[in-house]
């Protein structure tokens, strides 16, 4: 990827109703002119748009205002659906900070973001062991990978990660998750979500 690899950059940024977080995959249907020709001007270069949660406004039409915090994302796969829409996956790359948003003239967003730091691999606590095994047998289930690249299951920043997109909350709780710098306090709070065990 020609991106961003420190300081400040100008990036597209695509406001949308979910967070995508460092290594996942996430499938989007494209139809708004502004996001396509994004994605195309994206995909000749190799360059990357962020990805950040709607504070307010509405992902088409309107005024978009996002959080402070996103991803870097970049296009892993593209087809043109039987609808006619572009059909992509997006694929999660660094954390950013939005520093300030302009708007082009063709009503796509702008952001210049600061690269917020990756973290190095963070060894999971052996009491945190139930987790993997629970996102092992889910990927087991599902029949396909949970993410991008190879499985970091003994890695408390994948696991959090991976934690925080596949439970069923509330974006505004996997926002929070993807704010925190702390493998481990994120991978307890998201523990604070789940169901008591009888």
């Not at 307010?56 to 609808?83: H, I, M, N, Q």
């Not at 505004?172 to 702390?182: A, C």
């Amino acid at each position: 990827m020609n991106g961003p690899t420190g300081g400040q950059h100008e990036l597209p940024l695509f406001p949308l109703g979910t967070v995508l977080f460092p290594g996942g995959l996430l499938p989007l249907r494209i139809f708004e002119a502004r996001y396509l020709d994004m994605i195309g001007r994206c995909m000749k270069t190799n360059d990357a748009f962020a990805i950040c949660l709607l504070r307010s406004g509405s992902e088409v039409g309107g005024e978009a205002v996002p959080y402070e915090v996103g991803t870097l994302a970049t296009v892993r796969d593209f087809e043109l659906g039987a609808d006619g829409l572009l059909h992509i996956v997006a694929v999660g790359g660094r954390r950013c900070r939005v520093l300030s948003t302009w708007q082009r003239p063709d009503r796509l967003l702008m952001g210049r973001v600061e690269l917020l730091p990756e973290g190095a691999d963070h060894p999971l606590p052996e009491g945190m062991a139930p987790l993997a095994e629970a996102l092992r047998q889910a990927a087991a289930k599902a029949g396909a990978p949970l993410a991008a690249g190879q499985p970091r299951y003994d890695d408390a920043v994948w696991v959090g990660y991976r934690l925080a997109e596949h439970l069923p909350v509330a974006a505004t709780d996997r926002q929070r998750w993807l704010e925190m710098d702390d493998p481990l306090a994120r991978i307890e709070d998201i523990t604070l979500t789940l169901p008591a065990s009888d």
